[in-house]
């Protein structure tokens, strides 16, 4: 199996300039998938950012040469237009040819219901309405003068008039079993996060399968992106404190059910510190980490994108691409 390796740009964490500064380097040190939320809000009130994205991703364009360079993810339904959505990723597409991916998902409510003032749909809603959304923006690359009536979305004529060569890849991010059916059934790539027990990622990629097999597609050929949450640093305590600014990616689904405001997130998230590091690869051991991140590709993901926690990411990526990559590249 050809497995690649990216970065993960943690745009809840770091202002656009230096995010772009840190995305570089990854690149530069030979990453070769550069990722990044696209968030309305951040996970955290104090010290938290939120760049727009999509401006974002043009900067970065401009400034790498190689990387793949894409969402993980957005959400094309609620506070965004497909249409919108279509226009600005065939851009970026026609600025980068065959580098840009849109990863997308059903999203999250303090992403969506804050921006908009919009009640937060039900799961089947949001299924339904990206479903709705990727047939519409692959017309909108395919298609002059698009004139779509669906049961959420609209067009009349609509022309994307710069358009690349090729539609843009869309991956689809799926924690659930029939959202990563649908995932299987249309999309062009899968997107999972690490850190959850290994029983959930084989009945998720079982699903993902049985999409695909119902929409007579090959499964093998589809790949598999997996952002694996990683703190490697020499100094072992160093690698455990930094996990606590994403503390909140650790509470359960019931603790965070139904919060949408980063000042109550950051409260649960600061309740529940001991949990911070339970999402994380935390080593000081570059072979442990390697081999905790085999765990991920012998269940079948090829495409790995790092997301390190510590504020000090010059210094995580310099000991990674010192100690980790390496024995990476060795293995695969």
């Known amino acids: 199996m050809t497995v690649k390796f990216g970065y993960k740009a943690s745009a809840e964490q770091f202002g656009p300039r230096e995010l772009l500064e840190f995305s570089v380097e990854a690149e530069r040190i030979g990453l070769e998938i550069i990722a990044v939320s696209d968030h309305f809000q951040p996970w955290r009130h104090t010290g938290g950012h939120s760049p727009a994205v999509l401006p974002w991703l043009g900067a970065l364009s401009q400034r790498t040469t190689s990387a793949r360079l894409g969402t993980s993810v957005l959400t094309p339904t609620l506070r965004y237009h497909p249409s919108i959505v279509a226009q600005a990723f065939a851009t970026l597409a026609c600025m980068t040819p065959g580098r840009v991916f849109m990863g997308v998902g059903t999203g999250e409510s303090m992403n969506e219901a804050p921006a908009t003032g919009a009640d937060w749909p039900g799961g089947k809603e949001r299924r339904l309405r990206l479903a709705e959304a990727i047939e519409l923006m692959r017309r909108l690359w395919a298609e002059e003068r698009v004139t779509f009536e669906g049961e959420y979305y609209s067009t009349v004529k609509a022309t994307v008039y710069d ?82 600014f994403w503390a909140a990616l650790a509470l359960t689904p019931e603790q965070k059910a139904g919060v949408d405001d980063p000042i109550e997130m950051e409260r649960l998230a600061e309740a529940n510190l001991d949990q911070a590091s339970s999402r994380f690869i935390v080593s000081n051991d570059p072979d442990e980490v ?17 997301h390190a926690p510590g504020h000090d990411q010059h210094r995580f990526l310099k000991q990674f691409m010192a100690d980790v990559l390496p024995r990476l590249h060795n293995r695969y």
């Open 163 to 244: 358009r690349p060569d090729e539609p843009v890849p869309i991956y689809m991010a799926a924690a659930a079993p029939l959202a990563t059916k649908l995932a299987g059934r249309v999309a062009d790539g899968y997107i999972a996060t690490s850190g959850k027990k290994p029983e959930l990622y084989k009945d998720l990629l079982a699903s993902l399968a049985a999409g695909a097999d119902e929409a007579g597609r090959d499964i093998a050929a589809l790949p598999k992106l997996i952002e694996i949450k990683v703190s490697y640093d020499r100094d072992l305590a160093y690698a455990r404190e930094a996990c606590n």
């Open 290 to 306: 390697v081999e905790q991140i085999a765990q991920y590709t012998d269940l079948g993901f090829n495409e790995l994108v790092f």
